[in-house]
C-alpha cells in the first residue's frame, strides 16, 4: 500500500488547511488512520487518528476544537482550523495494522511521504 498526503501549504496564522490522504495499490477501508506530524527539532507525534469506520476518532490535546479527521473509503481528510505558528510541521498520514486508532507510531504499517505545512505568524 502507498499513501499520499497532499493539500499542505504556506497559511496565515488563524488560517485553515484541509490535508488529503489516498491510498494507492491497495485499500486503506479495513484499517485505522492516522495523522502525525514533525516539526522541525521535535520527534514525531499523533497528531488525530479514526477508525476503521470512521465512526470514532481521536486527536491530539493540542488540536482538539480545531482539528477534524474524516473518511470515506477512498481518503482520509485532516481539516484544519485556527492554525497556529506551532501547528508547523511534516504532517504524514499513516494506515494502522488494526481497525482501531493508536496513539504510537509503531501501531501502524504504512505512512505516506508527509506534506509541508507552514504557518506564519
Known amino acids: 500500500v502507498q499513501l499520499q498526503a497532499s493539500g499542505g501549504g504556506l497559511v496565515q496564522a488563524g488560517g485553515s488547511l484541509r490535508l488529503s490522504c489516498a491510498a494507492r495499490g491497495r485499500t486503506f477501508s479495513n484499517n485505522a488512520v492516522g495523522w502525525f506530524r514533525r516539526a522541525p527539532g521535535k520527534e514525531r507525534e499523533f497528531v488525530a487518528g479514526?477508525?476503521?469506520?470512521?465512526?470514532e476518532a481521536n486527536y491530539a490535546d493540542s488540536v482538539k476544537g480545531r482539528f477534524f479527521i474524516s473518511r470515506d473509503n477512498a481518503k482520509v481528510a485532516l481539516q484544519m482550523h485556527s492554525l497556529k505558528v506551532e501547528d508547523t510541521a511534516v504532517y504524514f498520514c499513516?494506515?494502522?495494522?488494526?481497525?482501531?486508532?493508536?496513539?504510537?507510531?509503531?501501531?501502524?504499517?504504512?505512512w505516506g511521504q508527509g506534506t509541508q505545512v507552514t504557518v506564519s505568524s
Open positions: 479514526i477508525n476503521w469506520r470512521g465512526g
Open positions: 499513516a494506515s494502522a495494522y488494526s481497525r482501531v486508532t493508536a496513539l504510537s507510531p509503531n501501531a501502524y504499517r504504512y
